[in-house]
Nanobody, 115 residues
Framework: QVQLVESGGGLVQPGGSLRLSCAVS????????MGWYRQAPGKQRDLVAV???????NYADSVKGRFTISRDNAKNTVYLQMNSLKPEDTAVYYC?????????WGQGTQVTVSS
C-alpha cells in the first residue's frame, strides 16, 4: 500500500508564492506518473501538473509559466512550486500517483489566495 501526504497549503495574498509537497510512503519503481490536481468548491477536480517517471512534464494552460512540478527521488517527494498566485487558484490541491495498475490519492491541502 502506498500513502501520499500533502503539505504546504495555506493562505497567501495575490501575487504570492507557495510550495506544496507530496511525500510518498515508499520508493516507486518502474513507469509511473505523479501529478497535482485541484478542486474548487462546486467544481470538478482538474489536472494542474503532471510529471512522468521519464521526467516529462505537462501543465494546465491556466498555470503555465507560474507553476513548476518537480521531484526529489532521495526524499520520495514531489513538489509544486506556485508563483504569481491568483484568487482563481484557490482550491484543495491533491497529489496523485498512477503506476499504470494502481491509482493513489492524497488527502488534499487547502490553498486560499485572498487579500
Amino acid at each position: 500500500q502506498v500513502q501520499l501526504v500533502e503539505s504546504g497549503g495555506g493562505l497567501v495574498q495575490p501575487g504570492g508564492s507557495l510550495r506544496l509537497s507530496c511525500a510518498v510512503s515508499r520508493r516507486i519503481v518502474g513507469i509511473y506518473t505523479m501529478g497535482w490536481y485541484r478542486q474548487a468548491p462546486g467544481k470538478q477536480r482538474d489536472l494542474v501538473a503532471v510529471l512522468s517517471s521519464s521526467g516529462s512534464t505537462n501543465y494546465a494552460d491556466s498555470v503555465k509559466g507560474r507553476f513548476t512540478i518537480s521531484r526529489d527521488n532521495a526524499k520520495n517527494t514531489v513538489y509544486l512550486q506556485m508563483n504569481s498566485l491568483k484568487p482563481e487558484d484557490t482550491a484543495v490541491y491533491y497529489c496523485h500517483l498512477d503506476t499504470g495498475s494502481r491509482s493513489y490519492w492524497g488527502q488534499g491541502t487547502q490553498v486560499t489566495v485572498s487579500s
